[in-house]
């Protein structure tokens, strides 16, 4: 494992090191990790735009107008409420779903709320445009990526568990629940959580979102039938489009927490530097200088 | 951590005001030409990439009588206000002629009779809306390849346009309402309520459209703009694409599109032209409407329609 890492010694000589230097995420890394961010929130932004278009999900190959799996309606009250149905269950969603006031302060039909899509306003072409470029963007990136990552043998160590990884499943599910971050040479790695999380991300969701995302288009389906067959009709392509971008949005929230949990600035710094400051366990002390890797 | 309630405050209140300052950027963004330019670099792109995917006589999915759509939902213009289309509509359009002219050989007029006698294409497809909705329909018609080879095309001949009964708008940017006829097929469009409301600057445009350009329209010398929509051979010339007279076996109804409209499977709602009255074949569709080569177009959405 010595092999991913350079390091350097910690700036502040003289001490006793508590603090060493990791050279963790290499350029390609660093530059495709952020691109990909800038795309994800995009690509979520003008979904949403494009979802408020039609904003109800159905199962199979057509829609079922009286039996949408999902809805967001603005309902005929005075003032309007926005309603939201799940499965046939009614709820006030007034502010958020189905009814929200835009930037002209006026209570508008609309699925989400402005602020939450691209462009704000109501602009189905323009949510279209910010997606299908931005889709290329992010799967251009991601090829980018894998690419890298598999001949540099980056993504193997990133995001398979190595056999003691398995073996600890359960302590280190533990040390996950207790917000306990590993320390020392077991924080050079991801732990095994963080690898199956990456390696759904990486491989099921992202992969099955562009999939799904192929299979509303009418062309594809002419080029590539399967596709329909995958998600079981177009219109449950659509539902599974959504709820794979929820997820993604899920992930995203985990990650962006537990990023501030385990040290803000140290993991900043690393996904824009590449240097990563590995703490020291405290109890084996070692000599200072002494070379490590 | 370290961090002091006051810094994570400012922390906070950073991030938010970054979030609005990104938010109303990207509008900003947006309305920019250039910027909007480049963004439809991607549709460019999904042209691009599908057209070598899909071969020239690939089938878009055909489905079973028991997929059918029980209501197939009319989206766009229902019933045209036009006084020329009210009075055809009458007389259940027995006054009705097709016209195809343009850049042909051969120009020719047919009416519904004679447009039934011809040999006809069933196919159960399915209909994708721009907004996200779908419905399955039977669909019988004349393949536009036999229109098309009864005129003959002339060398230049690379879109065929179909223009269309129904005024959109008393617009009074279009040159003349002889060329811009239009269908309505709105797969952006009127069919949601939310719809109407959707591509910022078109939207006036459309309130005021369909239902009150109204009879006057085409009587006040004005320039109303009427549904119309293009495509290129590849799709005239698929067997897919039918001018369909029936729907789930009964004559179209009005809403729907009677007496005639445009099957261009493989493709979204907005290109399935309504109350089709000409078929224009042109070299291009620049001098029509505002150039786009579709009264969706011209209101931002794409020319190409696959995705
Ligand atoms: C290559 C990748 C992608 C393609 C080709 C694609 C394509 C599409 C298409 C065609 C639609 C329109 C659906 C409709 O007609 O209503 C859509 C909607 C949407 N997209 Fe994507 N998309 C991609 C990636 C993503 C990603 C990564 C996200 C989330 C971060 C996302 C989020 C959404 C959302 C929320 C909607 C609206 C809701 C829905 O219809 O499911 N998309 N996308």
Redesign the pocket.
């Known amino acids: 494992m010595a092999r991913t890492y350079l390091t350097r010694s910690a700036p502040e000589t003289g001490e006793v090191e508590r603090r060493r230097w990791m050279f963790r995420h290499p350029l390609v890394i660093r530059v495709t990790h952020w691109v990909n961010a800038i795309c ?1 929130l995009v ?2 932004m003008s ?2 735009q ?2 408020n ?2 904003p109800a999900l159905y199962w199979g190959k057509v829609s079922t107008f009286d039996a949408p799996l999902m809805a967001m309606t603005q309902t005929e009250d005075d003032p309007p409420k926005g309603m939201t149905t799940v499965f046939g269950h009614g709820f006030d969603t007034t502010g958020w779903l189905g009814s929200s006031v835009g930037s002209d302060g006026e209570a508008a039909d609309r699925g989400f709320p402005a602020w939450t899509t691209l462009p704000s306003n109501q602009d189905l072409t323009g949510g279209r445009s910010w ?1 299908f470029f931005f ?1 290329w963007a ?2 251009l990136n991601g090829i980018a990526y894998l690419l890298y990552g598999l001949v540099s043998g980056q993504l193997r160590f990133r995001v398979i568990p190595s056999r003691d990884q398995i073996r600890h499943f359960g302590a280190s599910i533990w040390e996950h629940l207790t917000l306990r971050f590993p320390q020392g040479d077991e924080a050079k790695r991801y732990n095994v959580i963080q690898k199956l999380t990456y390696l759904i991300v990486l491989f099921v969701l ?1 992969p099955v ?2 999939l799904a ?2 299979a ?2 009418p062309a594809m389906n002419a080029a590539f039938p399967f596709l329909l067959t995958l998600f079981d009709g177009r219109q449950s392509a ?1 539902t599974v ?2 709820v794979v ?1 929820s997820l ?1 949005v899920l992930f995203v929230v985990v990650h962006v927490a537990l990023v501030l949990l385990s040290g803000f600035r140290n993991n900043m710094r690393g996904m824009l530097t590449g240097w990563f400051v590995i703490e020291r366990k405290v109890e084996p002390a070692v000599p200072a200088g002494e070379p490590r890797a | 951590m370290s961090r002091s309630p006051n810094r994570r405050a400012l922390l906070v209140g950073a991030s938010a005001t970054a979030a609005a300052a990104m938010l109303g950027g990207c509008d900003r963004l947006g309305n920019a030409e250039w910027f909007r330019r480049t963004l439809k670099t991607g549709e460019d792109a999904n042209m691009f990439v599908q057209r070598l995917l899909l071969g020239e006589a690939t089938l878009a999915p055909e489905y079973a009588e028991a997929d059918i759509s029980p209501w197939f939902k009319p989206n766009g213009t229902e019933d045209p206000p036009d006084r020329d289309y009210k009075a055809l509509a009458k007389a259940k359009f027995a006054k009705y002629h097709l016209v195809v002219d343009g850049l042909v050989e051969a120009p020719f007029k047919l009416s519904l009779g004679e447009l039934r006698k011809l040999p006809a294409r069933t196919q159960i497809t399915r209909h994708d809306c ?1 907004e ?1 909705w779908s419905a399955i329909g039977k669909w019988t018609g004349v393949p536009l390849t036999d229109l098309l080879s009864r005129a003959k095309l002339k060398p230049e001949a690379r879109y065929v346009v179909f223009h269309c009964a129904d005024t959109m708008d008393q617009g009074n940017s279009l040159e003349g309402g002889g060329d811009g006829e239009g269908t309505d097929e709105v797969p952006a469009g009127n069919a949601n309520p939310s719809m109407t409301k959707q591509s910022g600057s078109g939207e006036s445009r459309k309130d005021s459209g369909g239902q009150q350009a109204s009879e006057d329209t085409a009587a006040s010398g004005g320039s109303p703009v009427r549904y119309y929509e293009s495509i290129d051979l590849v799709d005239a010339f698929h067997p897919q694409t039918i001018l369909a007279y029936d729907m789930n076996g009964q004559a179209l109804p009005i809403s729907n599109g009677a007496p005639l409209r445009l099957r261009v499977e493989r493709n979204l709602g907005y290109k399935q032209a309504k109350y089709v009255m000409r078929i224009e074949v042109v070299e291009s569709f620049a001098n029509l409407g505002d150039g786009k080569g579709g009264y969706w177009e011209d209101q931002g959405y794409a020319w190409y329609a696959g ?1």
Request: glycine fraction near 10%; charged fraction near 5%.
């Open positions: 994800l690509l979520l979904g949403l494009i979802f278009a039609h997606h889709a992010f799967v992202l979102q562009v995302g192929l509303m288009s659509r489009h959504f971008a993604l | 721009v996200g995705i």
